[in-house]
């Protein structure tokens, strides 16, 4: 039988449209993206077409052509997959009349102080949150309010540009470099959100959504850096209680339905405060980081097969229970490996050893002459290695000192800045 899906993804989506195709036989993808995507597409003559477009080029003339192509052929299912162009693919499903997330929704997700004040309005949960439109802005904040703080883009990624603060001189500093950082919207520089430094453990829960209908699917365990807060280590489960589990349980429908979300899987980072839950920020989409590979390694459920199979209309929420009613007990661990400086590799030692042995899923980043830096995001990682193990403990240790075991050979210069003639 033959299929007339034809589904138009906004951004890349990795391999998910080659899934999609794979799914339903004659099923057709047509993506649109920036041009940086391009290079990056996966199997880029199996689309029935690609459009690309400049990351200033305006709404109207990605719809433009949107319009066009759907009248000639048209449309049946949009998706977007990665933060990027989800603002983008909601204005274009609401003008190609197709099912999505609504605008509002991605507004609310994607700003994280508008988030904050959804939730508080909710009656949810209250963190303090103010956004700055300066650096002594936030220095003013901060000297006027003591304690430590987080400053961080309002529509940031990738932990970038992030920072804990607790003097008015970190503040001013980290205001100019959150304010450069990588972020996810529509203006040239990122806005700046200083908020509540919140204590105590991090987690994220994966969760997945059905007709209004939200499931926590696993509760991941986070290990962040102390300053930056990249994030060095995930697993599956996270070391948390099971009191801890089933408030989360009962949190996190709470959050998604106040910012009104109803379909798809969601990644929702936590602060298991003292005073129960509280919210770092949410996304529509799966976890980064390999979390979706460690969360079906530790449960068995597949997201990725979860939110292919929803893309095309079918109904997956009542597997994924039956699923989770047979948990194995079982535990998957991921740890990061970085550079304590900057400098050129020579050299990354341990990785093949440890490839050539069972029970290692190994992936490095670098190769000799590549640069490096300190961890100051989420892309200055240069190693990964996930593990399984009967328990979480057991997981976390394997996966930090498979890390541990591998050294980082680096070329580094013995003077920085201007030479001494260019400097007269």
């Keep these: 039988m033959t299929t007339t899906e034809h589904v138009l993804v906004v951004g890349g989506g990795m391999e998910i449209p080659g899934l999609l195709r794979e799914h339903v036989p004659g099923l057709r993808t047509s993506v649109m993206c920036q041009m940086y995507v391009v290079p990056r597409l996966r199997d880029v003559d199996k689309h029935a077409r690609v459009l690309?477009?400049?990351?200033?080029?305006?709404?109207?003339?990605?719809?433009?052509?949107?319009?066009?192509?759907?009248?000639?052929d048209p449309f049946t299912r949009i998706a977007a997959f990665s933060e990027r162009d989800q603002l983008r693919a909601a204005r274009l499903a609401e003008a190609l009349g197709l099912a999505w997330h609504p605008v509002e929704l991605v507004r609310a997700v994607y700003d994280k102080e508008l988030t904050r004040r959804i939730l508080a309005d909710a009656g949810v949960e209250k963190v303090v949150a103010r956004r700055c439109a300066s650096g002594d802005e936030a220095a003013d904040w901060v000297g006027g309010?003591?304690?430590?703080?987080?400053?961080?883009?309002?529509?940031?990624?990738?932990?970038?540009?992030?920072?804990?603060v607790s003097?008015?001189?970190?503040?001013?500093?980290?205001?100019?470099?959150?304010?450069?950082?990588d972020h996810s919207g529509d203006t040239d520089r990122a806005q700046v959100l200083v908020e509540e430094y919140l204590t105590g453990p991090q987690i994220s829960v994966e969760s997945f959504s059905e007709g209004g209908e939200h499931c926590v699917?696993?509760?991941?365990?986070?290990?962040?850096?102390?300053?930056?807060l990249v994030e060095i280590g995930h697993v599956v489960p996270a070391l948390i209680s099971e009191s801890q589990r089933e408030t989360v349980g009962r949190y996190l429908p709470e959050v998604?339905?106040?910012?009104?979300?109803?379909?798809?899987?969601?990644?929702?980072?936590?602060?298991?405060?003292?005073?129960?839950?509280?919210?770092?920020?949410?996304?529509l989409r799966l976890g980064g980081d390999d979390i979706p590979a460690l969360v079906k390694g530790a449960t068995g459920v597949d997201l990725v097969d979860a939110i292919v199979r929803q893309t095309v209309g079918e109904r997956v929420l009542p597997e994924i229970r039956e699923r989770l009613s047979?948990?194995?007990?079982?535990?998957?661990?991921?740890?990061?490996?970085?550079?304590?400086?900057?400098?050129?590799?020579?050299?990354?030692?341990?990785?093949?050893?440890?490839?050539?042995?069972?029970?290692?899923?190994?992936?490095?980043?670098?190769?000799?002459?590549?640069?490096?830096?300190?961890?100051?995001?989420?892309?200055?990682?240069?190693?990964?290695?996930?593990?399984?193990?009967?328990?979480?403990?057991?997981?976390?240790?394997?996966?930090?000192?498979?890390?541990?075991s591998c050294r980082l050979v680096l070329s580094v210069p013995l003077v920085g800045g201007t030479a001494p003639d260019e400097a007269v």
């Design 52 to 72: 690309a477009f400049q990351s200033d080029s305006p709404d109207s003339e990605w719809i433009g052509a949107a319009l066009g192509i759907h009248r000639d």
């Design 145 to 164: 309010n003591p304690g430590r703080w987080v400053l961080k883009p309002v529509d940031g990624t990738g932990s970038a540009g992030v920072s804990v």
């Design 167 to 181: 003097t008015p001189e970190e503040a001013r500093l980290a205001y100019a470099r959150c304010s450069e950082a």
């Design 217 to 228: 699917v696993a509760a991941t365990g986070k290990f962040s850096h102390p300053g930056s």
């Design 256 to 283: 998604l339905d106040a910012l009104g979300v109803r379909d798809g899987t969601c990644h929702t980072e936590l602060v298991l405060t003292d005073a129960g839950p509280r919210l770092i920020e949410t996304h």
């Design 326 to 404: 047979q948990q194995p007990e079982q535990a998957e661990a991921i740890w990061f490996g970085s550079s304590p400086c900057e400098g050129r590799v020579v050299r990354v030692e341990g990785v093949e050893e440890l490839k050539a042995q069972d029970g290692f899923d190994v992936e490095s980043y670098v190769s000799a002459q590549d640069d490096v830096r300190p961890m100051e995001d989420s892309h200055a990682r240069i190693l990964q290695i996930r593990v399984q193990a009967p328990t979480s403990e057991e997981a976390v240790r394997k996966a930090y000192e498979a890390v541990a």
